[in-house]
């Protein structure tokens, strides 16, 4: 260990205002360095050993955060944060000798901590800025149920429910993309609260109707999950505790000439309605494209299926895949976009196109292979491509 690095460390942090809270980072850390509370997810600088794992299996970059400090900030500091601290000048030494060096090394380690580790995530340039981390466990916001609707068919093996969740008087700012946790009453069997569960909002920042205080949901029940279940039962009237908003990345963008192509299966269709919606309303007319791959089990599993029909193809379109219809082949996200692929490559080739992937984890391979594919039939490389959409804040990835 140099001096320099004697005198200061490197501090992993989490940023709380990008984090959806998705508990990726604290499932994938080998050494149980990240923790968290009802508020954060926070890294244990005792703990921590620089393997970066946790780098990039997170969807948002969050976990991409370093502050050069002179004593770590504790976990319990981290636990009250709602943005990270600045990362403060490092004091240059009074006299020269030694301690100078040491100023310029730390310096070097300061420049080098601000770079991130390389996943980070950033927002579509053109994005309104997001106000997260309003609410939290302690403080939550309470809304009203206004409505609980199921959006698959009786048929559906799934039951999908589009549940919309009204603020009242309270100022509970969204923007398309953002999630929001969901409190359950009661303790769970060991004594403990619930878990905070993550939903992204499936509405346009100004409510189901434009002007209207209030979110939408799109929860899928999931056999024997607590949180999907207690929602799926909610009846109208209903309150429920609501933390958020969360997430700064997963952000559309706000120019009507951007090309937006968004990937997606089963609920992970929700911050695409979000998209879609605002765009019908804002901007009907926009020169930008706008592409949804959508991919479900047959049409009466697919959420939103009867409205999406009413979407106009020239502001939205459609392909989508079906996988479990009888007598016919299996069809992915990834193979309608093949077949798609002269527009897809041409839409590739513009620095206003943005590619939003949400929903199964299993698909982002696929969905990486098949641009991948694309791209080269085009001679174009996209791994290159992906890396400077990304730095571009232009690709993002949610998936889980
Ligand atoms: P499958 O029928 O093979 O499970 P679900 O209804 O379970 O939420 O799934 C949504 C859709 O995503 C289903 O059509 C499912 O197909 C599909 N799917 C599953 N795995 C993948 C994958 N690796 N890539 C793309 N789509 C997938």
């Not at 319990?76 to 100078?100: H, N, Y």
């Not at 009203?144 to 698959?152: H, K, W």
């Not at 009453?185 to 920042?205: C, E, F, W």
């Not at 706008?290 to 379109?317: C, D, I, N, S």
């Amino acid at each position: 260990m140099s001096a320099a690095a004697a005198e200061v460390l490197k501090q992993h942090l989490i940023d709380p205002e990008v984090c959806i809270r998705c508990n990726t980072c604290e499932e994938t850390c080998p050494v149980g360095a990240i923790t968290h509370d009802s508020n954060n997810y926070v890294v244990d600088a005792s703990k921590c050993n620089f393997c970066m794992d946790c780098i990039s299996p997170c969807p948002t970059g969050s976990i991409d955060n370093w502050r050069v400090v002179k004593s770590a900030w504790g976990i319990d500091e981290q636990f009250g944060w709602s943005e990270l601290p600045v990362q403060e000048a490092i004091a240059p030494a009074a006299t020269g000798g030694q301690l100078e060096a040491i100023d310029v090394e730390a310096q070097a380690l300061i420049a080098e901590a601000q770079n991130g580790a390389g996943g980070r995530a950033v927002a579509a340039s053109s994005a309104a800025k997001p106000s997260v981390n309003l609410f939290n466990r302690d403080r939550p916001a309470m809304a009203i149920v206004a409505g609980n609707f199921c959006l698959t068919d009786e048929s559906a093996d799934n039951d999908v429910r589009h549940i919309i969740l009204d603020f009242g008087d309270t100022r509970f700012p969204v923007l398309e993309g953002q999630s929001v946790g969901i409190v359950m009453a009661g303790l769970d069997g060991n004594g403990a609260p619930h878990p905070i569960r993550l939903y992204s909002v499936a509405s346009p920042r100004h409510g189901e109707r434009p002007n209207t205080n209030n979110i939408a949901l799109t929860v899928k029940r999931d056999g024997p999950g607590l949180c999907s279940n207690y929602l799926c039962d909610l009846k109208k009237g209903d309150r429920v505790a609501v933390t958020g908003p969360f997430g700064a990345t997963f952000l559309m963008p706000n120019d009507s000439s951007a090309n937006i192509i968004m990937i997606c299966t089963g609920t992970g269709s929700a911050p695409f309605r979000g998209f879609t919606e605002w765009r019908r309303r804002m901007m009907p007319e926009a020169q930008g494209r706008m592409l949804l791959f959508f991919g479900a089990r047959r049409p009466e599993e697919l959420p939103y299926f009867g409205p999406l029909q009413k979407v106009p193809e020239t502001l939205l379109g459609k392909y989508f895949a079906y996988s479990r219809i009888a007598g016919e082949r299996k069809i992915y996200v990834q193979d309608r976009m093949r077949e798609q692929s002269p527009l897809l490559a041409g839409l590739l080739k513009s620095g206003a196109t943005h590619i939003y992937v949400c929903g199964l984890k299993g698909m982002e391979q696929g969905v990486d292979a098949a641009l991948d594919d694309i791209c080269r039939g085009e001679g174009m490389a996209w791994r290159e491509l992906r890396e400077s959409m990304r730095n571009e804040g232009r690709y993002h990835v949610e998936t889980y």
